[in-house]
């Protein structure tokens, strides 16, 4: 069996992009929620041959510590019963720094789903910090330096 989980990680952004539909009032998925989720793919494990997980969120590098957990979990999980794990995040990618990406990458995400809004000054405009400051700068550069990991993944 191949099993595909979306798991929204936190509901907060660090982002206020003009577009968005979110009203930011659930913070981090709870350790209740966290440790249901480790229970039923331990018990789905036997069956598996396939765990896809993607990460979502608001904002998912704000709850890094979450999917660090549930990742090193799914990790364990997939050795004991023996299937294969990987997993996907949608990111603005304005954490994901070289030493995050390389962390994620250990933990099996192999996918990053990253949106720009167009040319610099068209996406300032849109996909603003909280503070109001734009991002695309930050965002590109974190993309650049992607490209000199060593490791094999889709952005």
């Given at each position: 069996?191949?099993?595909?989980?979306?798991?929204?990680?936190?509901?907060?952004?660090?982002?206020?992009?003009?577009?968005?539909?979110?009203?930011?009032?659930?913070?981090?998925?709870?350790?209740d929620?966290?440790?249901?989720?480790?229970?039923?793919?331990?018990?789905?494990?036997?069956?598996?041959?396939?765990?896809?997980?993607?990460?979502?969120?608001?904002?998912?590098?704000?709850?890094?510590?979450?999917?660090?957990?549930?990742?090193?979990?799914f990790?364990?999980?997939?050795?004991?019963?023996?299937?294969?794990?990987?997993?996907g995040?949608?990111?603005?990618?304005?954490?994901?720094?070289?030493?995050?990406?390389?962390?994620?990458?250990?933990?099996?995400?192999?996918?990053?789903?990253?949106?720009?809004?167009?040319?610099?000054?068209?996406?300032?405009?849109?996909?603003?910090?909280?503070?109001?400051?734009?991002?695309?700068?930050?965002?590109?550069?974190?993309?650049?330096?992607?490209?000199?990991?060593?490791?094999?993944?889709?952005?």
């Open positions: 069996m191949v099993k595909t989980l979306i798991f929204l990680v936190t509901e907060q952004c660090n982002f206020r992009c003009t577009y968005c539909y979110e009203n930011f009032e659930k913070g981090k998925m709870s350790d929620v966290i440790e249901g989720v480790i229970k039923y793919v331990e018990k789905r494990g036997p069956q598996l041959k396939n765990l896809n997980v993607h990460w979502f969120g608001g904002e998912p590098l704000l709850a890094l510590d979450v999917i660090e957990k549930l990742s090193n979990q990790l364990l999980l997939s050795e004991k019963y023996n299937f294969k794990f990987r997993a995040i949608t990111t603005n990618g304005f954490l994901l720094n070289s030493d995050t990406a390389t962390k994620l990458l250990k933990l099996g995400v192999d996918n990053f789903q990253i949106t720009i809004d167009g040319p610099e000054h068209i996406h300032d405009q849109t996909r603003k910090l909280v503070g109001g400051q734009g991002t695309f700068k930050r965002i590109f550069n974190n993309l650049k330096n992607l490209s000199y990991l060593e490791y094999d993944f889709q952005v």
